[in-house]
């Protein structure tokens, strides 16, 4: 076999934006497309926007109406903190819904003996909501400052491309257990959905009409409706009438009770659910979810400023979407929506699916959010798409966000131990003591922390049940403290500098300046 020349292999770069994007984060496609790939982030967001009021509220003494009407606050919050972030925050094509690392801090308030022993099932509800409020709202503050006093960014110069590849990989991989766990609770539904978005989205990509890739760019929502109808004639012909519970819960398209629960017509208020009740116990616990919901958040910001062919945050816009974050659980406490915030990691994954970063398409979604969430009937039609059929798109959208993480080793030496230690060490943590939590909890139905302290329970079970904080912890910690001076530029720190400042790089003023000229009352650092 004949010597292959080094001239003769092939040279891949490293690339400061993604390639290959048909519209960037300041480009628009058509109004037609745009409004259409808009919906299609809102759909998207369905998923988060009912699993969790529909895993919290019948363990708050909820019925169905409570129910709707959370989602429904939910859906109404999440379009204005979208629009809130998108317009003064990083101002990235990002949604920021609902939380998942706010359960468990959620859980201790609904387990509270004072709530818990509350007889009516409505009336323990809204106590619960209330309790829940006001730790919100005590503990966005934390964000607020960290962010609006550029704290944040501080904190920021101790992140490399090296430290920031096991946080932005387990943004995607860490969510696993809402994949394929999900749809094969019904795999007749979330298998083919699964298979055909793949089929459409992948390998017809190149199947044009009016020179528009409909397939590439629309198979989400092709999927979802011909999926859906599917489900629903196997709901009709009565093919779950004889099943397990979970199997007609997970698969029936009738089985949420979202559409008989919703008002026609209900618009969300602040205080809708009474004054918010505060408890330091409770307010300190959810600030450990705060603290998580944080990190996260910082790790899908540099996975969508990739995917929307951006150039990675600067420190002083990533601490000011920080703070606008903050402001968004201030928002959930005041609207009562029972999560905080953070960036939805499947809309994220979706940009780089339809390879449409805009931001305009983001903030047309979020306009289709406060509609239909206020159109009760309307929405709660779109939310009763079963579970399976979500978590069969969330394999493919995590996996995104998940190989964006990856592509942060571009601007790393990888031929270094050193590197491939603090990588291979704080992935493999950040799985694994996440896993641990997991299993410890389901088995023992407490966290492995379970002292007297309710408060610090709540800060070590819910750090340490997040796969990206692990990982920032191990990674920032070893890549800060190994060899430093010596490996400067094998962690990429070289690549980094210039984006860690707003004036490093001229495209900055491009993709991340303020609108209606606010830069001249808020100057950049």
Sequence with gaps: ?????????????????????????????????????????????????????TMLVPLMGGNDHDKARVVQTLLFVTGIKTLLQTLFGTRLPTIIGGSYAFVVPILSIIRDPSLAQIADGHTRFVQTMRAIQ???????????ILGYSQLWAICSRFFSPLGMVPVVTLVGLGLFERGFPVVGKCVEIGLPMLILFVVLSQYLKHVNVRHVPVLERFSLLICVALVWVYAHILTASGAYKHTALLTQFSCRTDRANLISSALWISIPFPLQWGAPTFSANHAFGMMAAVVVSLIETTGAFMAAARLASAT?????????????????????????????STVSVENVGLLGSTRVGSRRVIQISAVFMIFFSMLGKFGALFASIPFPIFAAIYCVMFGIVAAVGLSFLQFTNMNSMRNLFIVGVSLFLGLSIPEYFSRYTTSAQQGPAHTKAGWFNDYINSVFSSPPTVALIVAVLLDNTLDVREAARDRGMAWWARFRTFRGDSRNEEFYTLPFNLNRFFPPS
């Design 134 to 144: 006001g730790s919100l709202i005590v503990s966005s503050s934390i964000q607020i």
């Design 312 to 340: 990675p945050p600067p420190a002083y816009v990533l601490s000011r979407g920080i703070g606008w974050q903050g402001i968004g659980t201030l928002l959930d406490g005041l609207f009562g929506t029972g999560t905080g």
């Design 1 to 53: 076999m004949a010597e292959v020349k080094p001239e003769d292999m092939v040279n891949h770069p490293p690339m400061d934006q993604l390639q290959g994007f048909e519209y960037c984060i300041d480009s628009n496609p058509s109004w037609g497309e745009a409004i259409t790939l808009g919906f299609q982030h809102y759909i998207l967001s369905l998923g988060t926007a009912v699993m969790i009021p």
